[in-house]
């Protein structure tokens, strides 16, 4: 990732670079994309990875594994944003206790999610 302002403008270009990558490529980027300080870039580039990764035939599981050491585990603040497949895969990675369960949910419930 680039540092501001040409990070606003490189998000889209590495979310279709994920969205079109090849499996092993995806699973390198859920590995990079857990190391990312910025929520702000996170959140994004996570959820285009996880939803790529299970459209190529990947687990859950493997997700969990390349997020070991992400920092991002509470799911609350990507259900906020409408990143679903990342905020499954943050509350599956960090195993979350009922308080971020139902954090989690009243940001779903105030989320405008157009599928």
Do not use: K, N
């Not at 990732?1 to 270009?13: H, Q, S, T, W």
């Not at 990312?36 to 790529?52: I, K, W």
């Not at 603040?77 to 139902?102: G, K, N, T, V």
């Amino acid at each position: 990732m680039c540092i501001e302002p040409a990070a606003a403008a490189a998000l889209p270009v590495w979310e279709r670079f994920v969205s079109s990558s090849a499996p092993c490529m995806v699973q390198a980027i859920l590995g990079a994309v857990a190391g990312l300080t910025a929520f702000e870039y996170f959140a994004p580039l996570a959820d285009a990875a996880v939803r790529t990764h299970l459209a190529q035939g990947g687990t859950w599981g493997t997700v969990c594994g390349r997020w070991r050491a992400c920092v991002w585990a509470d799911p609350s603040p990507l259900c906020a944003r409408a990143r679903l497949h990342a905020a499954y895969a943050a509350h599956a990675h960090a195993h979350c206790d009922a308080h971020h369960l139902r954090a989690a949910f009243l940001a779903l419930v105030a989320t405008d999610i157009d599928l």
